[in-house]
């Protein structure tokens, strides 16, 4: 069974600083996706960014990127220049590329931003 | 705003009470979800259907009930639930349930009591 973990429960980081969430993934497959979710305290979850497996190039959205490794199974979230609306539950998530697979979540990051 | 709501987004209930939770989505999406967030634990999919048909029931207690009446409602009726239901309860949607179609889109949440 795919698994996802995040093994920093918690994250802070200073207004206007850099910060990276952790994310890896356990599978035997080849072809998935890949996401980052975000839940701010209003619990709307937002998709923030998505990768497939299939492309080597990184997925970024503005000031948010990620560092897919593959191999590796590492699928980390890195926030630039973080501002106070990127206070929230970061949810790594997996999916395998097949018809009617489910989601697969990791337990999120609980991520701070210091003023 | 998504584009998916929920109703209500509070709700208090005995252990005897039949209530109904409501997910509306206005996406043109075919395909609805229900999760179940609980603290510390990743997202737990309930239900997932697809062009109103039903095509994932993710071993889920018969006290829960969904209900698509059309591709863009999806319902929850609970009767008879148990403290350990009270939970944050996720409706999602999604163009697809295959490819990047499937990509979810969130609704606000419904948080839930059980007394």
């Known amino acids: 069974a795919q698994t996802v973990t995040q093994s920093q429960p918690e994250m802070s980081v200073q207004e206007a600083e850099t910060v990276t969430l952790s994310c890896t993934y356990d599978?035997?497959?080849?072809?998935?996706?890949l996401f980052w979710y975000k839940q701010p305290p209003s619990r709307q979850m937002i998709l923030v960014i998505r990768?497939?497996?299939?492309?080597?190039q990184n997925a970024t959205e503005n000031r948010f990127s990620v560092n897919f490794q593959k191999a590796a199974k590492s699928f980390s979230l890195k926030i630039s220049d973080s501002q106070l609306g990127d206070a929230a539950m970061y949810f790594c998530?997996?999916?395998?590329?097949?018809?009617?697979?489910?989601?697969?979540f990791g337990t999120g990051t609980r991520l701070t931003i210091i003023p | 705003e998504t584009g998916v709501t929920q109703t209500p987004r509070h709700l208090v209930m005995g252990m005897t009470n039949k209530k109904s939770l409501k997910c509306e989505q206005h996406?043109?999406?075919?395909?609805m979800y229900w999760y179940k967030q609980s603290a510390k634990k990743p997202l737990e999919l309930m239900f997932v259907y697809n062009f109103k048909e039903q095509t994932e029931n993710n071993s889920v207690p018969s006290r829960f009930s969904p209900e698509c009446p059309n591709s863009s409602h999806l319902f929850l009726h609970l009767h008879t639930l148990q403290p350990e239901d009270s939970a944050l309860y996720l409706c999602?949607?999604?163009?697809?349930?295959?490819?990047?179609?499937?990509?979810?889109?969130f609704g606000p949440g419904t948080r839930l009591l059980v007394l």
């Open positions: 996406l043109g999406h075919n395909a």
């Open positions: 999602a949607s999604s163009k697809g349930t295959s490819g990047i179609e499937e990509t979810q889109y």
């Open positions: 599978t035997s497959e080849s072809d998935y996706y």
């Open positions: 990768q497939e497996a299939y492309k080597q």
């Open positions: 998530a997996y999916r395998r590329n097949f018809g009617n697979e489910k989601l697969t």
